[in-house]
């Protein structure tokens, strides 16, 4: 896992720099490593500074949750969304591709993931924001699923994502957690879990 500190850049906000260094320290130390204290080092922050972005541990993580959700966005980029012409096989394609990079380069944000949902079913305020932020992930693969001719997209997107997030959880804090599988290999799984939604 980069542990290395995210340095500031003019394109990277003292806010970002602080919600970075919480993943980075939810994904290495988990709920009970995340201070307002230790975010100013893992930052190389002056002390306080984390305190003057998020005053409370409320508010520090909703701006982690904040910041992951953009990350996670960003995944993929723009020209890499499937086509909703191209049917099954570029949605598959799509997939594969960011589910991959999740796995490879993107593990520390599975793991804060993980520590910030869990810590969502304690807090309701927390609940709301990680859940109103999912849906910016759902939407557009239900828009994806009716494209290629679901006849219950919501259905088949909560199946498609269900498939994506448990062999990330497998491969990254579970049974396979020292296997990656190649991309092709994850491209071929949801092929066959697509088709047979769509196509069964």
Known sequence: ?????????PDR????????????LLAGRGLRGLTHRA???AAGLPAGSTSNVA??????LEAAVRRHAQREAALLLPHEMPDPAGGL????????????????????????RYELALEANRRPELRTVYDT???????????????????EPERHA???????????FSCVAGQYHTE????????????????????G
Do not use: C
């Open 89 to 112: 096989d570029a949605l598959a394609d799509v997939l594969a591709l960011a589910l991959h990079r999740s796995l490879t380069r993107h593990r520390e944000l599975a793991l804060a």
């Open 39 to 41: 975010v100013d080092e």
């Open 13 to 24: 906000s003292r806010a970002d720099l602080v919600a970075d260094a919480a993943i980075t």
């Open 133 to 151: 932020l999912g849906l910016g992930f759902r939407a557009p693969l239900i828009a994806l699923m009716t494209a290629a001719g679901s006849a």
């Open 1 to 9: 896992m980069n542990t290395a500190r995210p340095g500031r850049t």
């Open 180 to 199: 990656v599988p190649e991309q092709a290999q994850l491209r071929a799984g949801f092929a066959e879990l697509l088709r047979g939604m769509l196509d």
């Open 158 to 168: 909560m199946s498609a994502l269900a498939w994506y997030d448990g062999m990330l």
């Open 55 to 60: 005053r409370t541990r409320a508010a520090l």
